[in-house]
């Protein structure tokens, strides 16, 4: 079974930044989009940032100039650097990646178990 291991969360001051960091327990070969979503709880979870595999971005607007995705294809790892954040921006982060099987014919995707973030005075 494929693992996800999220890194870099914890407790920062506002206007501090911290660095996200999501690889699989194992090497795969065929990953296609990466991508950090968020959820505060009574919340419904959100797409935040988004990565292609040739290196294609997107951002929700709350985060777009602040926070940047980027992704390491030779070790499978995507990152979420987070500046300038908000008390808003507190919350749980999770790390999603799809994966091609059978040559294309199945696309999977993989969760990551999430990470807190609290930004607090």
């Known amino acids: 079974q494929v693992r996800l291991v999220e890194s870099g969360g914890g407790s920062v001051q506002p206007g501090g930044s911290l660095r996200l960091s999501c690889a699989p327990s194992k090497i795969i070969s065929s990953i296609y989009t990466m991508a950090w979503y968020r959820q505060a709880p009574g919340s419904e979870r959100e797409l935040i940032a988004s990565i292609e595999a040739r290196g294609r971005t997107m951002y929700a607007d709350s985060v777009k100039g602040r926070f940047a995705i980027s992704r390491d294809n030779a070790h499978n790892t995507v990152y979420l650097q987070m500046d300038s954040l908000k008390p808003e921006d507190t919350n749980v982060y999770y790390c999603?990646?799809?994966?091609?099987?059978?040559?294309?014919?199945?696309?999977?995707?993989?969760w990551g178990p999430g990470t807190q973030v609290i930004v607090s005075s």
């Open positions: 999603k990646i799809e994966v091609s099987l059978n040559n294309g014919g199945t696309i999977v995707h993989y």
